[in-house]
């Protein structure tokens, strides 16, 4: 959780920004402090950003105004993040991360490493994690994702992941492939499917590469 003037010190609009946060480099929050609003003011700083809820694409730096429900705060996505997804738990251990979710925003090239440890001693100091790299290649028509296999510690990361890999996708790919193989798409799943602005595609082994075309 960070100040804006630390990613984006040479924007002097952020400079004394503080009614937002970033949460690690892709995430920025907008929190809503006055009661009843159902609007609410963001600047965005350079780049390209997503809105979180919506999929609305916009270009900064600049000033919007967003939608803000009760029940929805004003989230934002930089364009290029790579941000995984686990289930919901109560605690660390419940439950072991056999399913986790990618969502991709493409953008140029960008690349994510999911860092993984027990959690609850210091093993990691002597070596005992394990790293999984991601990364996304994106061109005017195409994009590829690729998920490494963990590397390190192979206790870290459950045997038997399987990642859903979500891209950001405003039209229908004519073309989806998993290792170099076509994969069939439907409304109903299948290969991969398109809903919601994403297209989803299930990766049960890894290495491998999914490559989306337009």
Not at 106 to 130: N, V
Not at 165 to 190: C, E, I, S, T, Y
């Amino acid at each position: 959780m960070r100040p804006l003037v630390l990613n984006y010190a040479a924007d002097a609009r952020v400079w004394n920004l503080a009614s937002e946060y970033l949460w690690g480099d892709d995430l920025l929050v907008a929190p809503v402090p006055r009661a009843g609003a159902t609007h609410w003011p963001v600047y965005l700083p350079e780049g390209a950003w997503y809105d979180f809820w919506t999929h609305e694409r916009y270009e900064g730096p600049r000033g919007i105004t967003v939608q803000a429900p009760l029940d929805r705060l004003p989230l934002f996505v930089r364009a290029g993040a790579i941000l995984p997804f686990g289930p919901a738990v109560q605690y660390h251990d419940e439950r072991p991360l056999t399913e986790v979710a990618l969502f991709v925003y493409p953008e140029g090239r960008s690349s994510f490493a999911l860092y993984e440890d027990d959690g609850a001693t210091h093993a990691y100091l002597r070596g005992r994690f394990a790293l999984t790299d991601v990364e996304c290649v994106a061109t005017a028509g195409a994009c590829t994702i690729r998920v490494g296999a963990p590397t390190g510690d192979p206790t870290a990361a459950p045997p038997g992941r399987v990642y859903t890999v979500q891209v950001r996708a405003p039209a229908r790919p004519r073309r989806v492939r998993l290792d170099a193989g076509d994969l069939q798409g439907g409304p109903r799943g299948g290969g991969w499917r398109h809903e919601d602005g994403c297209v989803s595609v299930s990766v049960p082994s890894q290495p491998a590469a999914v490559e989306i075309e337009w």
